[in-house]
């Protein structure tokens, strides 16, 4: 994995996806290693995004890195008209790995071929979000001690939702069973069930989220907008149908946990918080872990 | 039906090496020329369009002397002309007779649909994946989308 960028989640194959897991296991254990000291590690915002940004900066501070960077594009070269190529390849001279998140589509895969460092993707538009799949991946593992033979149910907008897109991508590795509950204007995307099926993999889709709680060992909630909707009618009549209630956990399994990649608005009420099954917020702790894991081994300073 | 063969085919005056493209779809043959970079070439180029034909209705042709294109080069053209036929001339010759074929990737040429690639906002030469040659689908390098025939445009 040594200098190899990390744009799209199938960049690593599931053998690189494992050993990730198992290194974000080592610095859950011990966060704070100064391995990267004499490092410096770029996060170039093109686009802001608080939370990305926030976790790849303490995961690279934990391990003794130096950050540099912008966190929106105004505070920068960007602003006074210099191109992605310019900026990257300017970069690349400052710093030993880039992470950049970026409104284009296609900018991340773009970027990792001007520059002279690796690249990891933070997000470029609707297409790739590959870090968030890896914490994701190691989220549902740490809770089910295995990523085998799983359901796991994706809720809401699973047409837009790039989060959904890459990880049911990845769980195709894993014998995934997918429980897809979704408004009919917003199903999983064609190209995305292919993955499914041409795994031979077993899929079943509902409108009602209630009949799939009890099957499942992951319940994955994301957020619908409203802006998603050509009739805001439709909106209206779907909007309160994904909203997950501590109360409709009662016949879930003991195992299920839930997850969301956040920010969450209204689709889990508060009262689900305190339910030990409510794992969001850990999972995003996970993702330090996990980013702690990918520079490491992009830097090659681990096995 | 000799005869008929030889008169359409003396429309478009022979050459004596070089290669000819023939069966262009006749809305095509610019977008060919475009392809092939024969809008600058400075040698004898012979182009006709809507010519009759009983395979097509009505057909392109291309001449280009003293060119011989290599397979990579010349299979570009499947995208936008599938039904292209190639014959080399040698000596006012048919030397030989060759179709073309969709490729597995497509440099530069295609435009990817996606607005929002960042392909069409910074000067950045495009590359697809070719993932149905039956139903035409490319998949971009970059964004991931996948351009189908119905939305596909040339630069």
Known sequence: MKNKSLVSINDFNREEHIRILDLAGNFERRPRQKILEDYVVATLFFEPSTRTRLSFESAATRLGAR???????????VQKGESLRDTIRTVSNYADIIVMRHPKEGSARFASEVSKVPVINAGDGANQHPTQT???????????????????AFIGDLKYGRTVHSLTMALCNYNTTFHLVSPAELKLPSSVKMHIKEKKLGYHQYTDMSEVIPKVDILYMTRIQKERFQDPMEYEKVKNSYILRNAMLDDAKANLRILHPLPRVNEITYDVDDNPKAYYFTQALNGVFVRQALLAAILGVVE | ???????????????????????????????????????????????????????????????????????????????????????????????????????????????????????????ITTSFDVVNKDDLKLRCHYCEKITAKDNMTFK
């Open chain 1, 67 to 77: 950050v540099i960077g912008f966190s929106e594009p105004g505070s920068s070269s």
């Open chain 1, 134 to 152: 890896l914490l994701d991946l190691y989220s549902i593992r740490k809770t089910q001690g295995t990523l085998d033979n799983l359901n796991i």
């Open chain 2, 1 to 123: 039906m000799e005869k008929t063969e030889q008169r359409k085919e003396l429309k478009v005056s022979a050459i004596e090496n070089g290669t000819v493209i023939d069966h262009i779809p006749s809305h095509s043959v610019y977008q060919v020329l475009r392809i092939l970079n024969l809008t600058e070439y400075n040698d004898q180029l012979l182009i006709a369009t809507n010519l009759e034909s009983q395979k097509m209705g009505k057909k392109g042709i291309i001449k280009v002397s003293n060119k011989f294109f290599k397979s990579d080069e010349i299979n570009k053209i499947a995208l936008v002309a599938p039904s292209a036929t190639l014959i080399l001339i040698k000596n006012f010759g048919v030397s030989e007779k060759k179709t073309v074929e969709i490729p597995s990737k497509v440099e530069k040429i295609v435009r990817c649909f996606n607005p929002n690639c960042i392909t069409n906002a910074e000067e």
